[in-house]
C-alpha cells in the first residue's frame, strides 16, 4: 500500500522540482532583497556620496562637482585638525579605559554575586534607567551638579572646604569625559556580563581546586574568558567616542573640539566637501581600530 | 607519587537553608580504597563528595585526611584532587597549560610546569595532543586531560563527580577500566560519586549507599550485593525481590511474618516483637520452580510475563499480597519443563536465601 500510494508521490514530485528549481535560484535574492535594500539606500548610498563629494570643489557659496585631492591634503595638511584628531583619540583611550574598568566590575558584581537571576535582572534593569530618558537630557542635567553653583560646588563652599567654587568641574576636559563615562558604561557593561554569565561556574571551582586565589582565579580564569565581550563593548565604546560632538560641545563649554564637532562646523559654514573628506578619514581611522580590536580578541565565540 | 590517605568523616551534616542534604554521616575510608558513592539523585553523595573536597562548607561535624582535620582548609590545602562532572577544562588554554595550571598557582616557572605537564599528559596517552584546546577533543581524550590535570598537584586522594556520565555506553565501559586501572597503580584513594550499581559493583573496593542524605549501607560490593542492609539497598542494587510483611511469632530460629493480603512467609533472622513490620529479600536468580523445602519458604503464584533473555528467562510472577516477583531461572531448566503466561507455578528458594533486612532510624 505504501508503495501504490509513493509511486504517484514521486511522479508529482517531479514537476514540482523542476519548477521550483527556476524559483529557486531567485528566491534567496529575494529574501535578502529587503534588507539588502535598506542598507543600500541608507548606508552604502550615503557612504559613496561622502565619498565622491569629498572630492569635490567649493566656495562660500556652493558645491562644483569635480576631482580634487585638495580637501584631504587640507584635512591632513592641517595641524589643527591633528591636533583634533589627537584629542579626540585621547578621549577615545580615557573613557575606553574608564568604562572598561567599571564596566567589567559591574559585570562581574553582576554575574558572580547576585546569586539569583530574579535580582541579577531587576539589578540590570536599574542599570538601563538612565537609558529612558535621552542623551542630551542626561548631558544637560549634569549642570545643575556641576556647574559654579551647582550642588557640589554649593555643598563644597557651604562645608568650608574650598574657599571659592572649583572651576574645572563644569565646561572641561574633565566634564567631558564625566558626561561620556556616564552615557557609554553601560554599552561596555552588557556584553562583559553577557560573556560572564555563560563562563561555566565549574570552571572557577576547578581553579579554586588547582590552588588559585581569588585574584588568581579573576586573572587567569575570568578575565580571559570575558575577552570577547571587552572586545564587543570596547568597540561600542571607541565608535561612539570617536563619533561623538554633542557631549564635547556642550560639556566643553566649546574649549575643547572631536572631529565630530569640527565636521559639523565645517557643514555649518557650508563646507561639505571638507566635511566629507574629514568624515572619510575618520571612517577609516574607526575601521582600522576596529579591525585591530578584531585581530587581537576572537568575538565570533559570541556571535 | 603513592601516599594514599584514609578518608574519615564524622557525623558530617550539610544543611542548606531549612533542607538538609545529608544528615550526620559518619565514613571511614581506607588508604588506597576505590570507594564509590551511590545513590539517586539528590541523595547527597555529590555534596558529601564536595564537603571532602572543600568547594562545600559543612555544616557540622568533621572531615579528616590522613592526620589532618581538614575541615577549614581550602580545596588546594587539602592534598585532594577533584575531577569535575563536564571535566570543567578551561576552554581558553591548551592541554599543556590546562594540566600546568596548578604549578602556575603557585608560582613554579614556566620550562619547569610544562616539562612536568607534558609528563602527566603523557602518562595519559595525551601527548600528541598537548598544543590542542578542550574544545578538540572527545568526552574520553577530555576525561584523560581533566585526570592529569587533577593528578599533577600530587594528590592523596582523587575525588571524581559522575566522571562517567557523559559519556556514551561503549567509552563508558573503557573509561572505566582505565580508572581502575589507574587507581591501581597510582595506590592512592579514589572516591567516585555515581548513580549506576554497575559502575559501582565494577569498581569499588567500598560501595556506600546512600540515599535521603543518610548512608544506608557501606561495604565491599559483595556484601552490599549479597547482604543488602535495607529495603532502599536491596531495590536499589536490583536483582533482588523485597517482600514486606508484619512479624506473627518465630518457629525453628526462623521469623514467621504474614504478607499483607496474603499469606504466611519465614526467613531466618532474630526474633522480633509481633506486630513489627518486616522487609525480606531474596534474590531473583535463587528462586527456583518447585516446592518450598519447609514451610514458608515459597508462594505460589501466577506468571504474568516471560521475557527470554538468551542464557536465561525471567518470569514476572503476582502472588497474593506480592505484586511483581521475578525470577531468573536457567533457559536449560525453563526449557526442560516451560510454563506459559497464566499458569500458577510454585515458587521456592532456601532458607539462607530470604534476608531479612534492617531499617534506618529516623
Known amino acids: 500500500m505504501t508503495v501504490a500510494l509513493e509511486r504517484p508521490a514521486i511522479a508529482a514530485a517531479k514537476p514540482a522540482r523542476r519548477r521550483r528549481s527556476s524559483i529557486g535560484v531567485v528566491t534567496p535574492y529575494l529574501q535578502s532583497a529587503p534588507l539588502a535594500l535598506i542598507l543600500g539606500a541608507f548606508l552604502l548610498l550615503p557612504i559613496i556620496m561622502i565619498v565622491v563629494v569629498s572630492f569635490w570643489d567649493y566656495d562660500f557659496a556652493a558645491m562644483y562637482p569635480d576631482f580634487l585631492t585638495t580637501n584631504y591634503s587640507d584635512v591632513l595638511g592641517s595641524w589643527v585638525t591633528w591636533k583634533t584628531y589627537l584629542n579626540t583619540i585621547k578621549f577615545a583611550a580615557i573613557v575606553w579605559a574608564l568604562t572598561l574598568f567599571i564596566g567589567f566590575w559591574v559585570a562581574y558584581f553582576l554575574a558572580f554575586h547576585i546569586r539569583t537571576t530574579a535580582m541579577q535582572m531587576v539589578l540590570f534593569l536599574v542599570c538601563t534607567v538612565p537609558f529612558l530618558t535621552s542623551n542630551i537630557i542626561r548631558m544637560i542635567s549634569w549642570i545643575p551638579v556641576l556647574g559654579r553653583n551647582g550642588l557640589i560646588n554649593s555643598t563644597l563652599v557651604h562645608l568650608g572646604l574650598v574657599p571659592k567654587p572649583i572651576e574645572w568641574l563644569l565646561y572641561s576636559e574633565f566634564a567631558v569625559v564625566l558626561a561620556m563615562v556616564h552615557l557609554y558604561t553601560l554599552f561596555m557593561v552588557t556584553p562583559i556580563f553577557n560573556t560572564l554569565m555563560r563562563i561555566d561556574r565549574s570552571l572557577v571551582e576547578a581553579a579554586r581546586d588547582a590552588g588559585a586565589s581569588g585574584w588568581q582565579v579573576l586573572w587567569n580564569v575570568i578575565i580571559p574568558l570575558a575577552k570577547p565581550g571587552m572586545a564587543i563593548g570596547t568597540i561600542f565604546v571607541v565608535t561612539l567616542v570617536m563619533a561623538d560632538f554633542s557631549t564635547v560641545q556642550v560639556m566643553s563649554g566649546g574649549q575643547s573640539a572631536s572631529v565630530a564637532l569640527m565636521m559639523k562646523n565645517q557643514m555649518s559654514l557650508l563646507q561639505y566637501p571638507a566635511a566629507a573628506a574629514n568624515a572619510v578619514v575618520l571612517l577609516v581611522l574607526v575601521l582600522l581600530m576596529v579591525a585591530g580590536i578584531l585581530r587581537i580578541v576572537d568575538i565570533r565565540r559570541e556571535l | ?362
Open chain 2, 1 to 362: 607519587m603513592s601516599k594514599a590517605a584514609e578518608i574519615d568523616i564524622v557525623s558530617v551534616s550539610k544543611v542548606y537553608g531549612t533542607t538538609t542534604a545529608v544528615e550526620d554521616i559518619s565514613l571511614k575510608i581506607p588508604a588506597g580504597t576505590y570507594c564509590c558513592l551511590l545513590g539517586p539523585s539528590g541523595c547527597g553523595k555529590t555534596s558529601t563528595l564536595r564537603m571532602i573536597a572543600g568547594h562545600e562548607s559543612i555544616s557540622s561535624g568533621d572531615v579528616r585526611l590522613g592526620n589532618t582535620v581538614v575541615t577549614d582548609l581550602p580545596p588546594a590545602k587539602r592534598g585532594t584532587a577533584m575531577m569535575f562532572q563536564s571535566y570543567a577544562l578551561f576552554p581558553h588554554l591548551d592541554l599543556i597549560d590546562n594540566v600546568a595550571f596548578s604549578l602556575k598557582m603557585k608560582g613554579v616557572d614556566k620550562e619547569q610546569r610544562r616539562a612536568k605537564a607534558l609528563d602527566m599528559l603523557k602518562l595519559m596517552q595525551m601527548e600528541a595532543y598537548a598544543t590542542r584546546r578542550p574544545a578538540q577533543l572527545s568526552g574520553g581524550q577530555q576525561q584523560r586531560v581533566a585526570l592529569a590535570r587533577a593528578l599533577i598537584t600530587d594528590p592523596e586522594a582523587l575525588l571524581l563527580d559522575e566522571p562517567l556520565s557523559a559519556l556514551d555506553p561503549f567509552l563508558k565501559v573503557r573509561m572505566r577500566v582505565e580508572l581502575k586501572k589507574l587507581q591501581t597503580s597510582l595506590g592512592i584513594t579514589f572516591v567516585h560519586v555515581t548513580h549506576s550499581q554497575e559502575e559501582a559493583m565494577a569498581l569499588a573496593d567500598l560501595i556506600v549507599v546512600m540515599n535521603d542524605g543518610r548512608i544506608e549501607q557501606a561495604a565491599p560490593p559483595r556484601d552490599v550485593f549479597e547482604r543488602p542492609a535495607t529495603a532502599f539497598v536491596a531495590r536499589f542494587m536490583g536483582d533482588h525481590n523485597v517482600i514486606s510483611g508484619r512479624v506473627t511469632g518465630a518457629r525453628d530460629g526462623m521469623v514467621v511474618f504474614d504478607v499483607i493480603g496474603g499469606g504466611s512467609l519465614a526467613a531466618r533472622g532474630h526474633g522480633r516483637e509481633p506486630g513489627a513490620p518486616i522487609d525480606i529479600a531474596i534474590r531473583t536468580d535463587h528462586v527456583r520452580i518447585g516446592d518450598a523445602p519447609a514451610l514458608g519458604l515459597g508462594f505460589t503464584g501466577i506468571v504474568s510475563n516471560i521475557e527470554y533473555r538468551g542464557a536465561t528467562v525471567k518470569l514476572s510472577v503476582t502472588g497474593a499480597g506480592i505484586d511483581d516477583f521475578t525470577v531468573i531461572i536457567n533457559d536449560s531448566d525453563f526449557f526442560a519443563r516451560p510454563v506459559a503466561i497464566g499458569d500458577a507455578v510454585p515458587l521456592a528458594w532456601d532458607s539462607q536465601d530470604a534476608i531479612v533486612l534492617g531499617h534506618l532510624h529516623s
